[in-house]
Nanobody
Framework: QVHLVESGGGLVQAGGSLRLSCEAS????????MGWFRQAPGKEREFVAN????????DYADSVKGRFTISRDNAKNTVYLQMNSLKPEDTAVYYC????????????????WGQGTQVTVSS
């Protein structure tokens, strides 16, 4: 069982930066692939980034490549999403999720979810 709590969301102007954190409870955090997803009003939940359990491999959605960076600190049971050069279209609720298997782009593959944190980018 993994319990996830996101933080770090907020209101930022276009071009600005935010860093999201997701703290996990549970001794097995380091064995999980971690992902970030987002959901804007009226839209489906979409993949943002994921990272393998050791942090050696990452994947990103094309829309965030070069602007967002996912990382993790297994000693702190925390995964991060550094978001730079934010755009109004990045506005959404951001969720972290845990998967006890290979990396996946599909939100249905993930077993555990946080409650989400709102990111709003003004133009």
């Amino acid at each position: 069982q993994v319990h996830l709590v996101e933080s770090g969301g907020g209101l930022v102007q276009a071009g600005g930066s935010l860093r999201l954190s997701c703290e996990a409870s549970g001794r097995t955090f380091s064995t999980y692939t971690m992902g970030w997803f987002r959901q804007a009003p009226g839209k489906e939940r979409e993949f943002v980034a994921n990272i393998t359990w050791r942090g050696r491999s990452t994947d990103y959605a094309d829309s965030v490549k070069g602007r967002f960076t996912i990382s993790r600190d297994n000693a702190k049971n925390t995964v991060y999403l550094q978001m730079n050069s934010l755009k109004p279209e990045d506005t959404a609720v951001y969720y972290c999720a845990a998967l006890s298997g290979r990396r996946s782009y599909y939100y249905t593959s993930y077993e555990y979810w946080g409650q989400g944190t709102q990111v709003t980018v003004s133009s």
